[in-house]
Structures are given as C-alpha cells and as structure tokens.
C-alpha cells in the first residue's frame, strides 16, 4: 500500500511537470523573440555610419530557421552584398537587325509601281524589277529598311549619273545586255549597284574577255605599269622644258632575253634562247634608251606590246605614236651584238 502510495505521488509529481512543460511550451512564441531580434538589430544599425537598410520579405517558415537572424555581423554583410546587387540585368542590344526592327515600327511600304529620279534622270519601273536579285544593292534599297529620299515631285533619288541606268533596268526586266561600246561603262555602273549576275554576263562579253586575255599577257611583265608611268613622267618633263606640244622618246621593246644573231636564228627553236650562267653574264647590258620593255615568254609579240602601250596611253587621254628607228647595235663580245629594236614615241600633248 505504500509503495502504491509512492508510486501515486510520483504519478502526480510526474503529471505536474508535465503539466508545467505543456504550460512553458505553449507560452513560449518565436515571435517575441524574433522581435526583441529586429529591435536589436534595429539600435546596432543606428549606431553604423551607413543609414540605409534593406528590408527583406520571406516566408513565414523562413524565420524559424537559425541562420534568419539578422543580428550577426554575417547576417549584415549579406544583406549589404544583396544591397549592392542590380535589381535586373544590364539589357544588351544587339544591332543584327535595322533600328526601326527594334522599335517596332513597320518597315517602309512602297507602291508597285516606282519612279526614280536618278542623277536628274526619270526611270519608271515595277518594284519587283528592283527586287529581282537579292543581295544587291537595288534590292536592298527598296526593301523597307532603308530611307530614301524624294524629290520635289514624290520620286525616290538615286545621287548617281542616270547615263547607264536604263541599261541597268533593261538587264533586270527581261536579262538584256548593252551593246559593245557601253559594255565597259555599265560594267561599272554594275560593279556600283552590286549586281553580280550582270557582272557575269558581261565578264563574258567583248571587249571585257579580250581584256582578260591581254591582261594575261601583260601580267608576265609585273613591271608594265610602272614603265607606263615613267613614260608619262618623262614626257611630261621634255615637253615643259622644251616649252613643245609634243616630246620624243626612245622605247626598247624585246622578246629574248639574249640577243640573236643572223647565225644563231636557225638554232632557235624555243621561246628562250639557252646559255650557261657565264656566257650570260657577257651579254648583260642596257640599251641606251629611256624605257625599255622585255623581255617576256608568250606567243604575243612585239607588235603586241607596242598595241598595248599606245592603247593605254590613249585610254588615259595621251595621244602616242610610234616607229622603229633600228637596233641597239651595241657590241658585246666577238662577233656578237645586240640586235634589239629601239622604237621613238611621240607623245602629243595638245
């Protein structure tokens, strides 16, 4: 019976602190205590130098946790660091696409039919003709993206010469080349508005393929345009001293790299005459002229070359004329002399 009485005052002692720990447990909140936190946090930032505080909002469940208190010096710093972070990225604009694309503002529209004011001259024409080939400048021009401008009368401008532009139109339209004499010119009118299908058409044209092939031959002479130059220097000069409307030049033009003499012509079977590297050295020399051309490895001739000069010379304005007037005749070496032909040039200036 005591021991059941003992055992009945343990139960009761045991059921009073029972009763106690489910009194404190249902007494304590973390709310006081997370606001004893904040106040405290709150009068250790009013004694910091930097005023400004970040208020972070979270979730309920959040603030349970430990490492939510705000009081700890790291606590503070991460919340700086989360002070001085951007609050939305830098946007990066990329120009791929026209600036009007970005603004969301409507490419230009254009009618069907377009006319054109180019250089002062009037063209009408359908607004697909300009289209017709992408990656031109045309055609890029009338796609929307691009402003224009118009003259008084509402056509769109073209600041270039309009000579060659209906040559141009013509290509577009039904594929039509221009005729020989306006094949260089619209060449470059092409080259201008980018228009690569037409370059290839006249590429194969004449007189542009005979420019192809001669400039095959004058491309074994690296030095032509520099000779071509000193032509004109030279000429230039004698005539302003000489106080002349034209000035005389003499011109070495020759095929072999060595001389030839009558005897040796019937042993010449190729386009360059053989000797050994000592023999050569005996028959090196300069003619006594003021330009010299040669020597060069073609079938192409003499003749040839002296066409080319005189056809240049006239492309840039420069009225030339020419004439064998004999050989260098200079003496080498026993009997053996040099035969190259000298040619005078005069070249005309007014």
């Known amino acids: 019976m005591q021991q059941n009485g003992s055992s009945g005052s343990n139960g009761s002692n045991g059921s009073s602190d029972g009763g ?129 401008p118009r003259d008084a009368e509402g056509r769109y401008f073209i600041d270039r010469d309009g000579t060659y532009f209906g040559d141009i139109l013509n290509f577009l339209r039904e594929g039509e080349l221009p005729h020989r004499e306006r094949v260089r010119a619209v060449h470059r009118e092409a080259q201008y508005y980018a228009l690569g299908p037409l370059l290839d058409s006249l590429d194969d044209t004449q007189p542009l393929t005979g420019e192809k092939v001669r400039q095959a031959f004058l491309d074994l002479m690296p030095y032509y345009r520099d000779n071509l130059e000193r032509i004109v220097e030279i000429a230039k000069l004698r005539a302003v001293q000489k106080k002349a409307r034209f000035a005389k030049l003499k011109i070495c033009v020759y095929k072999e790299e060595m001389p030839i003499t009558p005897y040796e012509r019937p042993l ?38 002296l066409h080319c000069i005189v056809s240049d010379l006239a492309e840039r304005g420069i009225t030339a004329e020419q004439q064998c007037i004999g050989v260098c005749d200079k003496h080498l070496i026993n009997h053996y002399y040099c035969k190259r032909p000298i040619y005078e040039f005069k070249i005309t200036w007014w």
């Open 20 to 148: 106690r720990d489910r009194q404190q447990a249902l007494s304590f909140s973390p709310l006081p205590a997370a606001t004893t936190r904040v106040r405290r946090f709150i009068q250790e930032r009013r004694t910091l130098p930097l005023p400004r505080v970040m208020v972070v909002f979270s979730a309920a469940g959040d603030t349970d946790k430990p490492g939510d208190a705000m009081s700890s010096s790291d606590s503070t710093t991460a919340v700086e660091d989360e002070f001085r972070k951007p609050a939305s990225p830098t946007p990066s604009f990329t120009l791929s696409k026209p600036l009007r694309s970005s603004l969301n503002t409507p490419e230009q529209e254009f009618p069907e039919v377009i006319s054109l004011n180019v250089g002062g001259t009037y063209f009408t024409t359908r607004l697909s003709t300009l289209r017709r080939y992408e990656d031109t400048m045309l055609a890029a021009m009338f796609s929307g993206r691009h402003y224009i």
């Open 268 to 305: 010449f079977n190729s386009l360059r005459f053989e000797r050994s590297d000592s023999e050569a050295k005996l028959f090196e020399h300069h003619c006594e002229v003021d330009v010299s051309f040669g020597p060069w490895e073609a079938v192409a001739d003499v003749y040839d070359l």
